[in-house]
């Protein structure tokens, strides 16, 4: 089973995944500590707030390193490249975020 995972796109899949599920995690953590919903993370954090969006983009990647550990240690070298495709092409992303949250 191990082996039929051990594929680039199967990784770039559970590269997709993660970044959605940090996403959720994140507001779901998010709106525990505030107090709020989480659709109000969704709708004014996420989605109109210039300043965090890079921040909450970050924390979401972060979450694929975990995933990327484990395929490591479990030598799966073409799902592990398929999340390393995800996680570079992510920073510019946040590179443009930054960029984005300085002009108003």
Not at 14 to 35: E, K, M, P, Y
């Amino acid at each position: 089973m191990i082996y039929r995972l051990n594929n680039i796109y199967i990784g770039i899949i559970a590269g997709l995944l993660g970044v959605v599920i940090g996403f959720f995690i994140l507001g779901w953590v998010w709106s525990f500590t505030n107090g709020d919903s989480i659709t109000y993370f969704i709708n004014n954090i996420a989605r109109k707030s210039l300043l965090y969006r890079d921040s909450i983009l970050t924390v979401c990647t972060l979450f694929n390193i975990g995933i990327f550990y484990l395929a490591l240690r479990k030598e799966m070298w073409k799902f592990c490249m398929g999340i390393m495709l995800i996680i570079m092409l992510s920073v510019p992303i946040i590179i443009w975020f930054q960029m984005q949250a300085g002009i108003t």
